[in-house]
DNA sequence: CGAATAATTGAAAAAGATCAACGTGAGTGG
DNA sequence: CCACTCACGTTGATCTTTTTCAATTATTCG
């Protein structure tokens, strides 16, 4: 498993993309709300490669990423699976506006989650309306992140593919190494294949392909070091 | 061009989904926020084939499509671009985070919008809390519709995304007509291919492929006939 | 250690892209 | 009205990429 020695961690006060704000900004208006919310949530922990919520059940929470990472995968009706996003700390999900998850929630690691009832965030939100704009704003961060996957699975070639993924992961500072420039693989060939849009063998040959090119070195199956400037380029 | 013999269209109080609803029901509790954003937007029609807004320009407005229909594109920075969405009446667009579009909106035929200046609509959503909820389900259905994108996009064959997108692209009314069962197309070939992530030289052979398999019929480039029972069988 | 899971690799088949040529149909100006 | 043009669509031949199916090697976890 993969053992992070000083956990990235992201609490409602301290969200995703806030850097230093003064008061009067909008970081800074939110703060009311934001403790609102810390009071109506719980803690959770839970291992890696465990179910948060299933496809199809009852959206009774909405889900606060603290630590760690989520795979959001959809089941299609003929079995098949593809992985819809991955979560990084910071990022709130399970903000459904039908009664029930349209998509499954699996954690990739351990995991430092803040649970809060949809119940109570909705009666919470009549006070204070700032908590309806930070939804947006995640609805927004998630629409975003739809649109790059979107630009990602229409890349002309796997390899292409392959290469933008990487260089859109290694944004994530917990699994990416900036002095070493190893990269962290917290998810299985066949999950970034079920990303792209591609199988399994198909994501394992562009590796090796990569690694023959210098694009990249395998330190193990797990950890890869990236050549920047090369994956850069084309 | 395509022409609307009996133009199809939305206004901010007759919106998307909207069905019989009655005093207290959500949508009806909206009502009060639609008519203030009523009265701060002004109508606006363009020819079909116009650009509404430019990826890059900045996001001053949002609109609100009224009736005709919309396409969505990405440009990359090597010149490549891609389709990101098709929208149907009801629908705002435009509604950016940041300062400036982050796509391009181009008409497809001839369309009504309402153009809300975004300060007006921020100002507004002050007094009408209602607004910015309003503005939440408008993300939610822009992120379903992603999500649909992704799961066409992943399909493993072009005849699957294809045929997805025909069963898609049936569910608006205006271009199916359901007793003759005739889809128009507003968009072209290479519009679909850009969609799906194809070439159109592939899109153009999967819809003579359908057509020898008796899936579609093609009245003309633009008018196909589909048989529902085979293309939802597989 | 050993079983189960994940990853790699190979060979053959299928699908899609590319490049090139040819139709078609709507709009234009003589 | 007719030829012309231009954008769009279709089709063919070839080449490249990806999938599929099968076998083998690594890794992880109890």
Redesign the interface.
Known sequence: MVTNPVPYTRSLHNPEHSGHHTPGSPHARMAAARTALERIGCDLKKPAKNVVFRQGENADFIYFLQSGAIRLD?Q?ENGRS?V?DFLWPGRFFGIM?DAVY??SAITLVDVHLKCLRRSAVQTLARNY?DI??L???Q??A???A??N???L??HPTATSKLIGFLLAYSKQPEYFNQTTQVLTLIMSRKDIA?YL?MTFETASRIFKYLETRNYIKKINHRQIQLNMHMLRKP
Request: proline share 4%; glycine share 4%; net charge neutral.
């Open positions: 959809y299609l593809l819809l506006e349209a998509w309306p309806t704009d939804l947006l704003k609805k927004t998630a629409l975003m739809a649109k996957h979107i630009v699975m229409s079920d849009g």
